[in-house]
C-alpha cells in the first residue's frame, strides 16, 4: 500500500463541505485502509480525515490515546464544557495554536460496515474529535482563533501571526 499525499493549507480541497458517505463497500473500505495506512505511517499524527488526502467525503480515522476508531458520517449528538489546549495538524506541519473546544462530545458515526455506534469522550480525545470533525466542514483549527493570535513552531522558534495564515487559505464564510 502507498501513503496517501497530505493536502496542505492553501489547498481549495481543505475549504470545501465533505458529502456523505452513501455505500458502505469495497471502495469504501479500500479508502479507509488507505487513510489507516497514512496515519499510521505518518508524522506523529493523531488523526487523519479524508479531505486531508483530497478526498470529499465525511470519513475520520482516530489513533490516539490508545484508541483507534474509524468514523464515517460522524455528528456531535451533545457537547458540554470548555477547554482550551494546544492543537496540531498534519495540513500544516510544524505549527501549533492554542485552541477552545468543548470539554466533552457525544458523537454518533458509522463503522466501514454501515453500523450505527455512539461514544462518549472528554479531554484530549474530544478535541480530537472535534478537529477532525471540523475539516468535514471546511474547518481548520485556525479559524477557531483570533487573526492576532499566534501559531508557533517549535522546532524553529519562531511564530506566525493566525491571520498571516488566513490570507493565504480564508476562512469559509457560511
Ligand atoms: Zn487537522
Redesign the pocket.
Known sequence: MKKATIALLGDPVLREKSRPVTAFHKKLHALIDTMKFTLINGEDGA?L?AP?ISVSKRIVVINYCGEYHEMVNPEILESSGEQNDIEG????PGLSGTVRRAETVRVRFRDRHGKERTIERSGRMAICIQ??M??LDGV??IDRMDDDDFVYNDEKGTKIAVGDLLRISPRRQD
Open positions: 488523526a480525515a486531508q495538524c498534519l495540513s500544516l478537529h477532525e471540523d475539516h481548520l483549527y
